[in-house]
């Protein structure tokens, strides 16, 4: 499979925003649930957003009104964006792709089936 690439990570302070992209060839618009997952150093590893082939997004109860997750097809890429970030939100974010349980893409059942190498976002 085509590794997944993400990029827009950063430091911000709270309040402030980061936009998410992940370079996904062969993945967006064909049979798989796409996603976010986000871990902090000593937490267990939390789904923070889905979106299946039709756009239809869910949503973590921790960032629900704050990050939206959408995705081009014409330019194979993945996005999250994070608006009023939070020194919680700090954590390393991975870009997923998950088959298993397509079409039903909530991020709820996702799994980090294929995933990027993570990109670090902080919040001070």
């Known amino acids: 499979h085509v590794q997944l690439v993400e990029s827009g990570g950063g430091s911000v302070q709270a309040g402030g925003s980061l936009r998410l992209s992940c370079a996904a060839p062969?993945?967006?618009?064909?049979?798989?649930?796409m996603g976010w997952f986000r871990q902090a150093p000593g937490k267990q590893r939390e789904g923070v957003a889905g979106?299946?082939?039709?756009?239809?997004?869910s949503y973590a109860d921790s960032v629900k009104g704050r990050f939206t997750i959408s995705q081009d097809n014409a330019k194979n890429t993945l996005y999250l964006q994070m608006n009023s970030l939070k020194p919680e939100d700090t954590a390393m974010y991975y870009c997923?792709?998950?088959?298993?349980?397509?079409?039903?893409?909530?991020?709820?059942?996702?799994?980090?089936?294929?995933r990027g190498q993570g990109t670090q976002v902080t919040v001070s």
């Open positions: 997923v792709a998950d088959p298993s349980v397509f079409p039903v893409c909530r991020i709820g059942v996702m799994r980090m089936d294929y």
């Open positions: 062969g993945y967006i618009d064909s049979n798989y649930c």
């Open positions: 979106i299946d082939r039709d756009g239809i997004t």
